[in-house]
């Protein structure tokens, strides 16, 4: 981790205008823009931990953030990839509770903290950021629900069809190839994640391929055809 000696300026941040600070102007951003710091992050390493109190808000400013828990032996189970303009910890932070999740860097990112009591003062004074956080919590809430539904009506290949097309959202970022994916993951990991095995996961991913829905290379995915993705989900 690096701190970097010249922060982002919240006025100029493209990554704001996609997240919970879009609406703040005036004094308020610019206390926000005073109180946070940014870190640059190199690929693998931690932002926080799961268990550690929940001292500060994220904003990812550059790069890709996975959430994670810690299970039984020490099992990892990713549980949510997060990309620019997304916010971290702040659940933990409005519960008062210690953060539920680790959370890594899966390339270089850059990632502004903004200490609790900054980030408590706003939802206290800034309408538009509380409904922009009820907005938030509502869609997390759903994709929860969604993910739980799935498990049990879903097939194999139209769970790995919902990971892709999720991921792809996440990752979105206008300067990129909007439809090439540098899997931030391991087979076991995505696995764990549409509930199959690795095996299964291997079968389906070069069915895809086979259907030219998918290109796929040691590194990365490309979605050939995001349509046909979207429409195997609703068959």
């Known amino acids: 981790m690096k701190r970097l000696a010249h922060l ?26 005073r109180s946070k710091t940014a870190h640059e992050y190199a690929r693998g390493q931690v932002i926080f931990y799961e268990g550690n109190p929940s001292l500060a808000v994220y ?15 020490d099992k990892r189970v990713v549980i949510r990839l997060l990309g620019v303009g997304e916010t971290l910890g702040f659940r933990a932070v409005i519960a008062d509770e210690p953060y539920a999740a680790t959370a ?7 990632v502004c903290a903004i200490p609790k009591e900054v980030f408590e003062d706003v939802i206290r004074n800034d309408t538009d950021t509380v409904f922009r956080l009820i907005s938030k919590l509502a869609a997390e809430l759903r994709i929860s629900e969604d993910e739980l539904v799935s498990r049990t009506h879903l097939t194999a290949a139209q769970r790995v069809a919902r990971f892709l097309i999720w991921t792809l959202e996440a990752l979105q970022n206008p300067s990129k190839d909007t439809n090439r994916i540098t899997l931030p993951f391991l087979h076991e990991e995505i696995a764990q994640m549409v509930g199959t095995t690795p095996e299964t996961l291997s079968r389906v991913f070069r069915d895809l391929s086979e259907r030219r829905i998918l290109k796929l290379d040691k590194k990365s995915i490309v979605v050939a055809n995001p349509r046909a993705l979207r429409r195997l989900i609703e068959e």
């Open 104 to 110: 890594e860097a899966v390339e270089r990112t850059t």
């Open 8 to 33: 982002p300026h919240c006025t100029a941040c493209a990554a704001r205008t996609r997240g919970l600070f879009a609406s703040l102007t005036g004094a308020q951003l610019l206390k926000l823009d």
């Open 59 to 73: 904003c990812i400013s550059s790069g890709v953030v996975k959430l994670y828990k810690t299970g039984r032996g």
